[in-house]
């Protein structure tokens, strides 16, 4: 079988059918030697011991030594061998514009692989390839599927040099010369150990997998060499110490779009590390539009790899943990903006170049967590987000953030777990950013007066965290307040959204416990969430405000989540939105149904024509799918008949399967009316799901999807049945 010289997709494919061919020959593998040290052609017969040439199940060995020089020339279209030596230093094997595959390995120890020019010709290897002090050059590809080594090599104008997806390889004291793409799919070692160098010259190194990089020699970028990390690919600096760097008069730049991460293997590169040695890019431009992860030692950027402009960093993430040290050498960083992100961890952690830091714009984010501190005496902005992890602080004592103005703060995120220190006479009364305190020891001064949430606020306590209003207490239309498990928000004087019996504005999730005097709410006009069986409503006594509840007005949005149920109510009008769903919004696809979904009335359930009511089915066991119990009559559209829409949502951890039923309503009266709609989110391919609304039920029974609707399936329509009996 021969590997056709066409297009690099078509070599590849018929260069693996050769492979997979010749698994049922029977003929017996030969060691095939080029006889003497004199230029040929591969298909000179004689030319071979023994004479024939290599077939291709044979070892095709080029070892003859001689006082001068010598070519074989490949003079047939794509030939396969198991094997390929070249072992002799004066001999040159020249593919001219053909090409060649092994099943097995290539062995290439001094000498030549070449083509005529790196527009035509190709070496394909089945196998692994050791490749040692030798040449490679001159073709059009170079591919290897298996596990490799090169030491020494000199390799020049090829258009692609290719490592397979499951293949290895180690290169060291090799150089790269104009090479169009170095394409690594699977895990390539860049070597420079004992000080050693490797040459990336006006070539193209692109890392589709994985890339590491160890010793604490130089990688030599010149001319227009490259380093390309793509997306979800991972580029390890294993131990650390080595330099990666331009000659100065080139255009080289690494280019990241996955991760660059510096990580340790041993004691011997823990000690290495510790000393003065730091991984450096200099005389180079370093674009990070991924991640760069000091997890280890040091790593350090000089001015030129240009990583900030005009003191501001602009673009990828940056993260420091471990006692670890980065370093932008002379560049300070003013300014995070364009969506970077700097994350400093671990009292130990150094990184000069955002000490002088003053500004995260908007979509940035600067965090600091265990034990690390930071202080400004410059006055601090921030537009986008600020996190102040456990155990750390964030002063800007002296200088005060520019955000808070007249007691209100506006613009940007404040996540604060640590301790956020604002000047002594600070107060922050009106809220126009999004703050969350996390945990019990939390702490942002002046936020005790905190009387109002705006339109473009938010506020959160998560984690157990505590939180008494001084006094009154209102959230404003678009402002939003979640109480996270745990934790609980105590309004000392009047919860202004509430006024005579109707809960009005704001929006507010609830897993922990919202407690405000006099609080009883017979309407909702607002959007409601409670997250799980402990959240409440109450007021001083502890009674549950939501117990009198009887209207959602059209405005009005309850969900109920993660088990929590209302029972019992007098009864209740939907004109707005109702939602039961047994899982918690925060975790719906991470964990199962809280306990139960329902909702109960012990007089009469009105859905009025406009309204939604959204019903989750995660399951066909009481619990794990939304209910209602009516005590009198359910009124499906009141006066009208025609009750809103009824929209069904499939939980993705649910198989639906034929036959599955669900009783979403039971009323011990009458059920009157319809539903105007029904629509099913969620459902698999070839099911639908048929409601019927009974006398004193309402039933959702999954059915296969009839022929006809099959058709709008594809097409990504969830077809719906619903009959009235």
């Known amino acids: 079988m021969q590997v056709a010289n066409t297009a690099r997709l078509g070599r590849k494919m018929l260069c693996g059918a050769a492979i997979g061919a010749l698994a049922g020959s029977a003929h017996a593998q030969t060691d095939v030697f080029w006889a003497d040290p004199v230029d040929g052609v591969w298909s000179n017969s004689g030319a071979w011991s023994p004479a024939g040439g290599p077939g291709q199940l044979d070892n095709a060995i080029i070892d003859a030594l001689g006082k001068t020089g010598y070519t074989v020339t490949l003079d047939v279209a794509g030939p396969t061998v198991a094997n390929f030596e070249l072992t002799s230093s ?56 298996g596990d490799s ?13 290719d490592i397979g997806p499951n293949g290895t390889m180690t290169v060291s004291d090799t150089a790269f010369v104009n090479v169009g793409m170095v394409n690594n799919s699977g895990d390539m ?40 990390n793509a997306g979800g690919s991972a580029f390890r600096v294993v131990d650390g110490g080595g330099s990666m760097e331009g000659n100065g008069k080139s255009n080289a730049r690494f280019m990241n779009d996955g991760s660059v991460e510096q990580i340790v293997t041993s004691r011997t590169g823990a000690a290495g590390l510790r000393g003065s040695s730091a991984t450096r890019f200099s005389q180079m431009q370093f674009i990070n539009n991924g991640s760069v992860t000091v997890g280890f030692g040091a790593m350090s950027f000089a001015e030129e790899t240009g990583v900030t402009d005009d003191n501001q960093l602009f673009a990828g993430k940056w993260t420091l943990f471990g006692n670890s040290t980065l370093t932008f050498e002379d560049q300070q960083i003013n300014a995070i903006i364009g969506g970077a992100e700097v994350n400093v961890s671990g009292a130990g952690s150094t990184f000069t170049a955002v000490e002088s830091l003053t500004q995260i714009g908007g979509q940035s984010a600067f965090r600091i967590s265990n034990g690390y501190d930071f202080q400004t005496f410059d006055q601090f902005t921030n537009n986008g987000f600020l996190g102040v992890g456990f155990d750390s602080e964030f002063d800007v004592m002296e200088s005060g953030l520019s955000n808070l103005s007249n007691s209100i703060l506006t613009g ?14 600070s107060q922050i009364q009106f809220l126009e950013a999004d703050v969350t305190l996390i945990g019990a020891d939390s702490v942002l001064t002046g936020i005790d007066k905190l009387e109002i949430v705006g339109s473009q606020g938010a506020f959160a306590l998560e984690q157990g965290r505590a939180f008494t209003t001084d006094d009154d207490f209102l959230v404003i239309q678009g402002g939003r307040v979640r109480v996270g498990l745990g934790s609980m928000l105590d309004v000392s004087g009047q919860l202004v959204n509430f006024n005579s019996g ?73 004109d707005g939105i109702l939602e039961i769903d047994p899982f918690s919004g925060r975790a719906r696809e991470e964990s199962g149904p809280g306990g139960g979904a329902q909702l109960s009335t012990a007089g009469d359930f009105v859905v009025n024509p406009g309204a939604e009511l959204i019903m989750v089915l995660g399951g066909t066991t009481p619990g794990d799918f939304a209910s ?35 009783v979403l309503l039971r009323a011990l009266g009458v059920v009157n009316g319809d539903f105007s709609d029904v629509q099913v989110v969620g459902l698999g391919a070839g099911l639908a799901i048929e409601v019927d609304v009974l006398a004193q039920m309402v039933v959702a029974r999954v059915t296969p999807t009839p022929a006809t609707a099959a058709v709008l399936a594809l097409a990504g329509i969830t077809a719906t049945r619903r009959r009235r009996r």
């Open 502 to 574: 109707i809960f009005d504005d704001g929006f507010f999730e609830i897993q922990g416990v919202l407690r405000a005097p006099g609080l009883v709410i017979n309407e909702i006009s607002n959007e409601l969430i409670l997250d799980g069986v402990s959240s409440q409503f109450i007021d001083e006594q502890g009674a549950d405000a939501m117990a009198g509840l009887t209207r959602i007005q059209t405005d009005g949005i309850l969900r109920l989540r993660g088990g929590r149920t209302l029972d019992n109510l007098d009864s209740l009008i939907v």
């Open 628 to 662: 209602i119990t009516v005590g009198n009559d359910a009124l499906l559209g009141g006066d009208s008949g025609e009750g809103g829409t009824l929209r069904l949502v499939i939980a993705r951890s649910y198989d639906a399967k034929a036959g599955d039923e669900f």
């Open 189 to 228: 070692t860049l070597d420079t150990g004992g000080g050693s160098i490797l040459s990336i010259d006006d070539t193209c190194v692109g890392n589709g997998k994985n890339m590491s990089w160890t010793g604490a020699g130089t990688i030599a970028m010149n001319g227009d060499g490259e380093i390309m």
């Open 149 to 161: 080594t090169l030491t020494g090599m000199q390799i020049s104008d090829i258009a692609s040099f």
């Open 412 to 425: 940007g995120t404040y996540e604060v777990e640590g301790t956020l220190m604002l000047p002594g006479d």
């Open 90 to 145: 004066v001999a040159t094997f020249n593919l001219n514009d053909n090409a060649i595959g092994t099943t097995a390995d290539l062995v290439l120890s001094s000498g030549t692989i070449r083509g005529n020019s790196s527009a035509a010709g190709a070496f394909f290897v089945g196998g692994g390839a050791l490749m040692t002090n030798a040449t490679l050059r001159d073709m059009n590809q170079f591919a290897v599927l």
